[in-house]
Nanobody, 126 residues
Framework: QVQLVESGGGSVQAGDSLRLSCAASGLTFSTYSMGWFRQVPGKEREFVASIGWKGTTISYVDSVKGRFTISRDNAKNMVYLQMNSLKPEDTAVYYC???????????????????WGQGTQVTVSS
């Protein structure tokens, strides 16, 4: 089965950077779009960024544009989220997700994604 394992979360100050990593297994990684979502207690899981299987189709939620960068390494079955200029409002549990179907570009909807990691906590203090 598909397994997604996130790492790289932590506690930082506003303005700092973090790089999240997601190791994927159990799927032909190079054929799946990938995404990052985040969730705070009491709120719905929010789309952050997605990347197509080739790495050339990328989208972000407006609130992170210019600060976050999603990337992937198909040779290593890894997807990354580089987060710069972090703000307290970026505090959340961040989840890695794989598209529900191969060879499909994803939108920001959770329903486009069929596999999820366990999440990694990011805390940004002011």
């Amino acid at each position: 089965q598909v397994q997604l394992v996130e790492s790289g979360g932590g506690s930082v100050q506003a303005g700092d950077s973090l790089r999240l990593s997601c190791a994927a297994s159990g799927l032909t990684f190079s054929t799946y779009s990938m995404g990052w979502f985040r969730q705070v207690p009491g709120k719905e899981r929010e789309f952050v960024a997605s990347i197509g299987w080739k790495g050339t189709t990328i989208s972000y939620v407006d609130s992170v544009k210019g600060r976050f960068t999603i990337s992937r390494d198909n040779a290593k079955n890894m997807v990354y989220l580089q987060m710069n200029s972090l703000k307290p409002e970026d505090t959340a549990v961040y989840y890695c997700a794989a598209a529900r179907n191969s060879w499909k570009l994803t939108g920001p909807e959770r329903a486009d994604f069929g596999s999820w990691g366990q999440g990694t906590q990011v805390t940004v203090s002011s």
